[in-house]
Nanobody, 125 residues
Framework: QVQLVESGGGLVQAGGSLRLSCAAS????????MGWFRQAPGKDREFVTH????????YYADSVKGRFTISRDDAKNTVYLQMNSLKPEDTAVYYC??????????????????WGKGTLVTVSS
């Protein structure tokens, strides 16, 4: 069982930056590949980014490529999402998710085993 708690959301102007954190419980954090998804009002939850167990592989949605960076610190049981050049269309609740084992179909909501409760990011124009 893994519990995930996101933090770092808030209100930012377009072009600004935010860094989200996701703290995981348990001593087996390194055995999970980790991802971020987001859900805007009235829309389905969508894939944002994913990082492998080793941290050696990362994947991004086309909409955030070049602007967002995912990283992990296994010593702190934490995964981060650095978001730069934010746009109003990035406004959403951002969810951290964990998948036991390899990355698999990391871009699918149903592939993830554990979820946090989310943190709201609002980007004003």
């Amino acid at each position: 069982q893994v519990q995930l708690v996101e933090s770092g959301g808030g209100l930012v102007q377009a072009g600004g930056s935010l860094r989200l954190s996701c703290a995981a419980s348990g001593r087996t954090f390194s055995s999970y590949s980790m991802g971020w998804f987001r859900q805007a009002p009235g829309k389905d939850r969508e894939f944002v980014t994913h990082i492998s167990r080793s941290g050696g592989s990362t994947y991004y949605a086309d909409s955030v490529k070049g602007r967002f960076t995912i990283s992990r610190d296994d010593a702190k049981n934490t995964v981060y999402l650095q978001m730069n050049s934010l746009k109003p269309e990035d406004t959403a609740v951002y969810y951290c998710a964990a998948r036991g084992g390899n990355s698999g179909r990391y871009y699918r909501v149903e592939s993830m085993d554990y979820w946090g409760k989310g943190t709201l990011v609002t980007v004003s124009s």
